[in-house]
Nanobody
Framework: QVQLVESGGGLVQPGGSLRLSCAASGIIFNIYAMGWYRQAPGKQRELVAK???????DYVDSVKGRFTISRDNAKNTVYLQMNSLKPEDTAVYYC?????????????WGQGTQVTVSS
C-alpha cells in the first residue's frame, strides 16, 4: 500500500531551521507532484510548498525566501528546508502526493509531523 512517512519535526527557537523529510513507498514517485501542507490549531490546512514531477517549485507567499522544497527521485523522498522560522510557522506539517490524469486523481497523505517554533 501507499505510505508517506514524514520526519524531522520538532521544537526550534525563532530564527532557527528545520529540515522535514517525507519518504514515499507504494507509488511511482517520479510521476507524482509532491507538496507540503500545514495546519495550525483552529485553522484550515494550507498548502506551503509544492514541486511538480519535473521539479518546478512554488510557495505560499508567507514562506517565500525562507523555505525550499526539493525532491530526490532516487530516494523517493521530498524535503522541506525551513529557515528563519517564525512562531507563526508552528503547525502540523503534512506531506502530500498527487497525480491527476484525465481518468483519475490519486491523492495520498502522510500522518503529519509537528513543528513548534517558540522561545
Amino acid at each position: 500500500q501507499v505510505q508517506l512517512v514524514e520526519s524531522g519535526g520538532g521544537l526550534v527557537q525563532p530564527g532557527g531551521s528545520l529540515r522535514l523529510s517525507c519518504a514515499a513507498s507504494g507509488i511511482i514517485f517520479n510521476i507524482y507532484a509532491m507538496g507540503w501542507y500545514r495546519q495550525a490549531p483552529g485553522k484550515q490546512r494550507e498548502l506551503v510548498a509544492k514541486i511538480t514531477s519535473g521539479g518546478s517549485a512554488d510557495y505560499v507567499d508567507s514562506v517565500k525566501g525562507r523555505f525550499t522544497i526539493s525532491r530526490d527521485n532516487a530516494k523517493n523522498t521530498v524535503y522541506l528546508q525551513m529557515n528563519s522560522l517564525k512562531p507563526e510557522d508552528t503547525a502540523v506539517y503534512y506531506c502530500n502526493a498527487n497525480r491527476r490524469t484525465l481518468l483519475a486523481t490519486n491523492d495520498y497523505w502522510g500522518q503529519g509531523t509537528q513543528v513548534t517554533v517558540s522561545s
